[in-house]
C-alpha cells in the first residue's frame, strides 16, 4: 500500500517563528489529513484538505495540497513551545471499496519549539 | 465525556504469552481501527472493522486477531506468533461517511520480553 514520505524528519525552531512540513505520496487520493501526536499520546486530528482543494486555513495552520506534484504542505505559522510535538501526514485513497476510511501514515516529522 | 478508551496504559508480557489489549468507543462510530506504532515510525494498519461481526486485515496483520461482537468494543489480540510484538499499539474510530476524520485513543505501549 502506498506511505507518505514526509520531510524534514525532524524540525527544531525558536517560539515565534514558522515551521513548514512536506508530505508526498504516489497514487490518487480522496483527501489528505494532517494529524499531531505529543509523545507517547494518541494522535489528534488537525485538518483536512480534499483532493479538489488547493489550500486550507484553521487557526495558525495552513494546509496546501498539489495533486500534480502529489504533494501537501502544512505550515504552523507563529510557533509556540507547546506545538512541539510529531506531525503526521495521512492520505485516504481513492480506490473505493472496501478500501474506504483507510488512511496509509506517513513516518513523521518531529518538531521541536524552543522557548 | 465522548472518546475512545485504551487499557491498559502498558503492558509487560513473557514472550510466549498471547495478550488482549482493549479499546472501546463511545462515539458511536461505525468504523474501528487497530495501528502499530515502532520508534520513530509512522502507524502501520493491523485491523480494521467497518461493521460488527466483519473485520478486515490491513498491512500487517500476521500474529494478531481481533474481533468485533459489539460497536462500541475492538479488543486486539496479539499471539506468540506476532515475532517482534513490542510496539505501541493505537485504536481509532471513524464515521463510514464524509471524510473518515479518525479519532484515536491514548494508546497501550506492550513490552514482551
Known amino acids: 500500500s502506498q506511505q507518505g514520505e514526509e520531510d524534514p524528519q525532524a524540525l527544531s525552531i525558536q517560539e515565534g517563528e514558522n515551521a513548514t512540513m512536506n508530505c508526498s505520496y504516489k497514487t490518487s487520493i480522496n483527501n489528505l489529513q494532517w494529524y499531531r501526536q505529543n509523545s507517547g499520546r494518541g494522535l489528534v486530528h488537525l485538518i483536512l484538505i480534499r483532493s479538489n482543494e488547493r489550500e486550507k486555513h484553521s487557526g495558525r495552520l495552513r494546509v496546501t495540497l498539489d495533486t500534480s506534484k502529489k504533494s501537501s504542505s502544512l505550515l504552523i505559522t507563529a510557533s509556540r513551545a507547546a506545538d512541539t510535538a510529531s506531525y503526521f501526514c495521512a492520505m485516504t485513497p481513492s480506490a473505493g471499496g472496501t478500501s474506504y476510511g483507510k488512511l496509509t501514515f506517513g513516518q513523521g516529522t518531529i518538531l521541536t519549539v524552543h522557548p | 465525556d465522548g472518546g475512545i478508551t485504551q487499557s491498559p496504559k502498558y503492558l509487560f508480557r513473557k514472550e510466549g504469552q498471547n495478550v488482549t489489549l482493549s479499546c472501546e468507543q463511545n462515539?458511536?462510530?461505525?468504523?474501528m481501527y487497530w495501528y502499530r506504532q515502532d520508534p520513530g515510525q509512522g502507524l502501520r494498519l493491523i485491523y480494521y472493522s467497518q461493521i460488527v461481526n466483519d473485520f478486515q486485515k490491513g498491512d500487517i496483520a500476521e500474529g494478531y486477531s481481533v474481533s468485533r461482537e459489539k460497536k462500541e468494543s475492538f479488543p486486539l489480540t496479539v499471539t506468540s506468533a506476532q515475532k517482534n510484538p513490542t510496539a505501541f499499539y493505537l485504536c481509532?474510530?471513524?464515521?463510514?461517511?464524509?471524510?473518515?476524520?479518525?479519532?484515536f485513543g491514548p494508546g497501550t505501549r506492550l513490552t514482551v520480553t
Open positions: 462515539l458511536n462510530h461505525d468504523a
Open positions: 481509532a474510530s471513524s464515521v463510514l461517511a464524509g471524510d473518515y476524520e479518525q479519532y
